[in-house]
């Protein structure tokens, strides 16, 4: 029974030679308002998590069966005469008269209107908490242990008895917790002598109250000393806080909070605040939690945005709309529809829509590891090869606590952070976590001395609580894992290592009035001109006005790198291609922050204008015609002198380098003027057909909303090639 319960005219009984149930599992309280007895065996029993609350004084329990208050129950007790254990005496609010069961760790609110006594149901076991809330007094009528709180309301008094000698661990006094002590009435010897509260009678309580209790006795504020019995808890203490309390804890934004044990008691609440996308409150549970906290998120105004949920719960917040990434379909759902989703699951990331005010997620704090199992479209047997459906291996995650995550460090420890942690998880091209910014996406990865900021390279190497983020998974059901190591205040700043000796290179950046981007080209010791897994760091296009990038010399790659490290030897021989996606044209600025290399100096090459740029020692700015794209005009190159000038490295063996950008299919490489292309979704049916114009860069407008894996296919004459490309919705 989940509501209410009434019970004035005719019968209740069981049929046959058994017994009848009535079980009151409600999720909110329910009223009791009933004198007649039930004929026959009828149980009646209050579940875990219920509360039952007796109407009136008069109301009754009454069956030849039993009644069963069960561990977590909670009962409102009416009756002067309160609950008595002994099935015998028919007094108080039950009156079963087989058995009368009020289990250990049960709960009682006594809150009648006229004086009342506990009766002896409430010794019969140690009950978890008690509560009074009657102005016209309440006597305990036995000695009592109270395994959690004892509260007493502002109006209300307890009569301690003659000698008798109470324990409780924490007490709660008109909304207030109380430090510990022995407290009582007028006479009682108490230390703490409060007749406001205490009948004047020689029973005392003893408050035990150990640190790490919440009092709440001067503010909300976590980190206010006095609010705690004990001062604020450290990482070795447990925090306990209770629903009677007045003031529940709230954990500000700029707050860090650390304890051993969190327990949130039913109906208490634990808040966490942000006051912007900067600036957060932190919470770290070294131990076990218990119970539900909510954290607060603030959000940008008019901006889609990957978030995470930073508790566990099975649903995600209402009053806000969320889709999910899915890989398989390169869908924002499961369905070509992109229907919003309100299901949540640990660690995985969603998009929603900010509004520029807050969002709150509810739910119990994640203290374990966590594993997250991504899909691709490749088997383990791995090849650089976006594979035949959905999203091309790109995975939306989310840090799922309510502090920072450690995205990456430079200690040997691989478990404290989750780049290191999953290294082998990630695709070689791609190890490093893309968090969009709202205009484009910036990366984190294991860092190069001397480029551990500036444009596209995400400020700082922590994510914080509620970030979604991307990865590119190594294959198909590969895990990623968080683990409670990588939780961190972000208040340390040996995060990074300012004292390494920065590595030669070039931090190249370009700006038009479209926007900017940058791209790194690091030199250094045992890197090599193909792929340096966790040193080159792939680019994931947003479809900016102005995107800039590099692709490795000579090899005809088709991946354009955000981050690009080679070999310091190698540096007077390689001429590194710098790409260019600026489909607006117009003018364009080059401008660079090198760390020279011993006997280089550090040029851009505009091939077209036949002009060398010292970037050491100034910009270089040039007007370019809409629709430029790519590689093959501009190129990075490492010369004591002005260069006499350079070849451009082969594409590949068709000659033909094709990618995805902004809504666009770009193929770059000499086509004959006629020349067909063909694409295909994964299923084999045709998306649309373009000839193609004679030249060195076509651009192929994709339909409206595509996403997920297309097969391009160019013929020109008898040659033909053939490529697989991702499409990020």
Known sequence: LAGNFTFTAGDITETGTGSGEIIFNGSGPQLYNSSRAATGTINFTVADGATLQMASAGSTISSGGTFTLAAGGTLGITSGDGITADPALLTGNIRTTTARVFSDGANYIYNGTTPQVTGTGLTQHTPAN???????????????????????????????????????????????????????????????????????????????????????????????????????????????????????????????????????????????????????????????????????????????????????????????????????????????????????????????????????????????????????????DYVQDRGTWGGGGWNLLGNPYPSALRAVDSDALAENDFIHQNFSSFDPAYQAIYIYDGAEYDYIAPGIPGYTSGMGVFPGNDIQAGQGFFVLAHHDEVQFTFMPAMRTHNTSAVMTKSGSVPWPGVSLKVKSESGESATVVAYGPRMSTGLDAGYDVGYLSSGAGTEVYTVLPGDGSDYNFARQALPISEAGNTAVPVGLDFPGGGEVTFSAVTVPAEGYRFWLEDKVAGIYTDLAAQAYTVTLPGNTYGTGRFFIIASANTPSGTDQPDADNAGLRIWHYGGRVLIQGEVSEGSLCEIYNTGGGKILERKLTGGEMNIVELPPYSSGIVVVKVSDGPKTVTKKVALIG
Not at 140 to 166: D, E, P, Q, R
Not at 315 to 342: H, I, Q, S
């Open 130 to 380: 008690l509560s009074v809330i009657n102005s016209s007094g309440l006597t305990l009528s036995a000695a009592t242990t109270i395994s959690g709180c004892f509260s007493i309301s502002g109006s209300s008094s307890v009569n301690l008895g003659t000698g008798l000698l109470h324990t409780t661990r924490s007490l709660n006094l008109g909304g207030v917790g109380q430090q510990g002590g022995t407290y009582g009435g007028t006479g009682s010897g108490a230390v703490n002598i409060l007749p406001a509260f205490f009948a004047a009678t020689s029973g005392i309580l003893d408050n035990s109250c150990p640190a790490g209790t919440w009092l709440g006795g001067t503010s909300t504020d976590w980190s206010t000393a006095s609010n705690w019995s004990g001062g604020v808890p450290g990482t070795a203490t447990d925090a306990v806080i209770t629903s009677t309390i007045t003031n529940q804890p709230v954990i500000s934004a700029g707050v860090t909070a650390d304890c051993h044990n969190l327990t949130v008691d039913p109906g208490a609440s634990l808040t966490v605040l942000s006051a912007g996308v900067a600036s957060n409150g932190s919470l770290i549970v070294h131990g076990s939690s218990t119970g539900n906290i909510d954290y607060y998120r603030v959000m940008p105004a008019d901006l889609y945005r990957y978030v995470s949920s930073p508790v566990v719960s099975a649903t995600l917040p209402t009053g806000t709309v969320f889709w999910k990434w899915n890989e398989e379909t390169g869908y924002w759902g499961d369905t070509p529809a992109e229907e919003p989703v309100t299901a949540c699951e640990t660690g995985k990331g969603y998009t929603m829509l900010a509004t520029g005010s807050g969002v709150t997620f509810t739910g119990e704090v994640l203290t374990d590891p966590v594993i997250v199992t991504a899909t691709a479209p490749y088997g383990s």
